[in-house]
Nanobody, 125 residues
Framework: QVQLVESGGGLVQAGESLRLSCVAS????????MGWYREAPGKERELVAL??????????DSVKGRFTISRVPRDNAKNTVFLQMDSLKPEDTGVYYC????????????????WGQGTQVTVAS
């Protein structure tokens, strides 16, 4: 069973930084991408940052130049992804979710999405 555990959220002042971590355990045959999404109050969940297995990255326009996604090579059957968030703004407030998209087994014909439980980020003005 795949389990994703996020950490690193909290309450900060505008302009400060936070680093989110996500540790994924369990067996996934092939990972297509790892990413971070956020859900602000009253809004739909949106993509914040994505890193593909080919090492390309994609960021929401609102966070470009301020956020950086990185991934630690797989170690002991665990995959770890970070989100470094600098120059935080009040509009960055929300629940941040870690996501893995991949093929669970060698014979899987479609990919699966795995989600963490979310970590709250609050940026005060």
């Amino acid at each position: 069973q795949v389990q994703l555990v996020e950490s690193g959220g909290g309450l900060v002042q505008a302009g400060e930084s936070l680093r989110l971590s996500c540790v994924a355990s369990g067996s996934i045959f092939s990972i297509n991408a790892m990413g971070w999404y956020r859900e602000a109050p009253g809004k739909e969940r949106e993509l914040v940052a994505l890193r593909t297995s080919g090492h390309s990255t994609n960021y929401a326009d609102s966070v470009k130049g301020r956020f950086t996604i990185s991934r630690v090579p797989r170690d002991n059957a665990k995959n770890t992804v970070f989100l470094q968030m600098d120059s935080l703004k009040p509009e960055d407030t929300g629940v941040y979710y870690c996501n893995i998209r991949g093929y669970p087994t060698v014979d899987a014909r479609t990919f699966s999405d795995y989600w963490g439980q979310g970590t709250q980020v609050t940026v005060a003005s």
